[in-house]
């Protein structure tokens, strides 16, 4: 597994993980989010990111283009 995009916020990552789930793309969304620092990680570097297998890198980046389009 490997870090393929950051996600902007809650929303995008939902979106992305229904795409990827109907699509059979395995991968693993990892949130910023620390209760110890009340979410300060997630104002410098995004919600949290998404994690597949390489081979799957350019379908995950091309879907996360047409949801931040659409």
Known sequence: MKK???LENE???KLMETILK???IPHL???YYDS???GIFQAQKGWGHIEAPEEY???IKAIQQEV???
Request: cysteine-free.
């Open 11 to 13: 929303f995008e990552a």
């Open 68 to 70: 931040r389009k659409g």
């Open 29 to 31: 969304i990892r949130s």
């Open 36 to 38: 110890a620092y009340d």
């Open 22 to 24: 109907e699509r059979s």
């Open 4 to 6: 393929i995009v950051v």
């Open 57 to 59: 890198a350019d379908v």
